[in-house]
């Protein structure tokens, strides 16, 4: 059984950078495509931004020039980094792994940017 579980978050100022983390077990996350996900309350969750398993990535507008994410395979960890935060980016962000059968969700951890 696959588990994910993020980390990172936290209430930040805005212009200020959070460094969120997904840890993996139970299933290497190599040759796995991965992504960020983040849903507020009342709204749809979005699609933040995805790494394949080359390390390609793709971001949202919204978030393209401050956020970055990334991959450690050899730590089972996916990260995502983000500067300049601002208010619209508070939300539950949540990780996600794409598997063969079926995808795999994390819990979610919360980031809160005030203004």
């Known amino acids: 059984q696959v588990q994910l579980v993020e980390s990172g978050g936290g209430l930040v100022q805005a212009g200020g950078s959070l460094r969120l983390s997904c840890s993996a077990s139970g299933r290497t996350i190599t040759n796995k495509p991965m992504a960020w996900y983040r849903q507020a309350p009342g709204k749809q969750r979005e699609l933040v931004a995805t790494?394949?398993?080359?390390?390609?990535?793709i971001y949202a507008d919204s978030v393209k020039g401050r956020f970055d994410i990334s991959r450690d395979n050899g730590k089972n960890t996916m990260y995502l980094q983000m500067n300049n935060l601002k208010p619209e980016d508070t939300a539950t962000y949540l990780c996600?792994?794409?598997?063969?059968?079926?995808?795999?969700w994390g819990q979610g951890t919360q980031v809160t940017v005030s203004s």
């Open positions: 996600k792994l794409d598997d063969v059968l079926r995808d795999y």
């Open positions: 790494i394949g398993s080359r390390g390609t990535t």
